[in-house]
């Protein structure tokens, strides 16, 4: 299955007059995996995922499936499936006949696709309700009414927008190891467009962020999370601090980034980079450590706390290091209330000499579109 459900996208755009929605965008997709598109709200996500669907056509560039060209092939033709935000049910079909109508559709015999019907209602563990109609189901029940609807003809590709989005904290987190599980038991690919960080982390084999119609980064969710590409992956995908600095002194690609706030980093930057250089680097929020000691050399930062939040684990310290981001530190909670902080106390924190990863890409955007 997984040549034949791999995706290509190639040198893909999207025009709507003046604006790109999907700008030039190269990406693979492995057949068998799950794949999560995340980015801002107008980002171009749905646009990329309607032009694999064959709802949109792309202004230029190809689109493969499983090697074949399906840029211009219609929406039945190309081995793709794609549920709706909405679900879309109909309201006065039994499930039976809601999940059978992808096969009513194709002219199958109604005992066969109702059978069919009844095979995927269980599979989504519905089929003691199959004779009920959509408004007699709870929200979670009715998504996986969608999910079986989409699965029923056998799809190579199954494309879910904002899948979740419309459930609560509690089912979202249920329908979030059930499609999972959906996926490992298929092996189709799955492309699932979300806003959520933590869903996409969770779910995905590869994380594709967006931003202004182009691909920032398209990684595992560890290289994503830890290795951010760029300032805007860092800061949409969060749990890092962003800073930047100029390289004071270099030795065999390790350097010393002086901060403009006056403190000293180190950073592993390899070749290519002179003294002067502007740098951005990230360090994760949970590898900060408040320290008592003020002569701190490097890697290291002093300032006022300005917020304290409490979140169960760890306390989540914001501080005013004098520079134009705030400084987080999450705290482990046992750690902090050994010695706890209030708003306004000037505190020191500090981290491990390793843990600053430079980021190579110049994105430095938020990824709000009303900033432009
Ligand atoms: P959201 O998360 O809010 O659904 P998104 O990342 O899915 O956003 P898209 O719906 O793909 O974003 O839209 C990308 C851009 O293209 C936006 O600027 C949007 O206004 C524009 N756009 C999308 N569809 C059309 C259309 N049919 N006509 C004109 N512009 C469009």
Redesign the pocket.
């Known amino acids: 299955m997984s040549e034949q459900s791999r995706i290509d996208i190639q040198n893909v755009t999207k025009a ?2 003046a ?1 790109r ?1 999907v700008n030039e965008v190269n990406l693979r997709i492995e057949g068998g995996s799950y794949c999560c598109m995340i ?10 995922l309607r032009m694999i669907a064959g709802h949109e056509e792309p202004s230029s560039g190809k689109i493969l499936i499983g090697g074949d060209d399906v840029t211009t092939k219609g929406t039945g033709s190309r081995g793709t499936a794609l549920m709706f935000q909405n679900y879309a049910l109909f309201p006065h079909l039994s499930l039976t006949d809601n999940v059978a109508f992808g096969l009513k559709v194709k002219g199958v015999a109604k005992e066969v696709r109702r059978e069919k019907a009844r095979e995927m209602l269980d599979r989504v563990q519905l089929l003691h309700l199959a004779d009920r109609v959509p408004s007699e189901l709870s929200g979670g029940q009715q998504q996986r009414v969608a999910l079986a609807r989409a699965l029923i003809t056998n799809p190579k590709v199954l494309l879910l927008d ?1 899948p979740l989005s419309a459930l609560d904290e509690f089912l979202r987190l249920k329908m979030r190891v059930e499609l999972k599980r959906l996926q490992n038991e298929l092996g189709i690919t799955f492309i699932h ?1 979300t ?1 959520t960080q933590p869903e996409a982390i969770a779910l995905a084999d590869q994380v594709v962020v ?1 931003d202004h ?1 182009i691909v920032e980064q398209a990684a595992s969710p560890n290289e994503v999370y830890n290795r951010p590409h760029s300032p805007y992956v860092a800061r949409f995908m969060g749990g890092q601090n962003v800073l930047s600095g100029k390289i004071e002194s270099l030795s065999s690609g390790a350097a010393v980034v002086m901060t403009p706030n006056g403190f000293r980093h180190d950073l592993k930057v390899g070749l290519g980079f002179s003294i002067g250089d502007l740098v951005n680097f990230v360090v994760r929020r949970d590898h900060i450590h408040l320290t008592d000691v003020a002569d701190l050399r490097r890697n290291c930062a002093t300032g006022r706390v300005i917020n304290v939040e409490y979140q169960g684990t760890f306390v989540k310290l914001a501080i005013d290091t004098g520079s134009r981001e705030e400084f987080i530190a999450y705290i482990n909670d046992q750690a902090y209330f050994a010695t706890p902080k209030a708003v306004g106390d000037v505190v020191n924190v500090k981290w491990g000499p390793a843990l600053n990863h430079l980021l190579l890409g110049t994105n430095n955007s938020t990824g709000n ?1 009303s900033e432009d």
């Open positions: 709507y007059g604006t929605a980015g801002p709200s107008g980002c171009g996500k749905t646009t990329l904002e467009v806003h967006m119609g579109p």
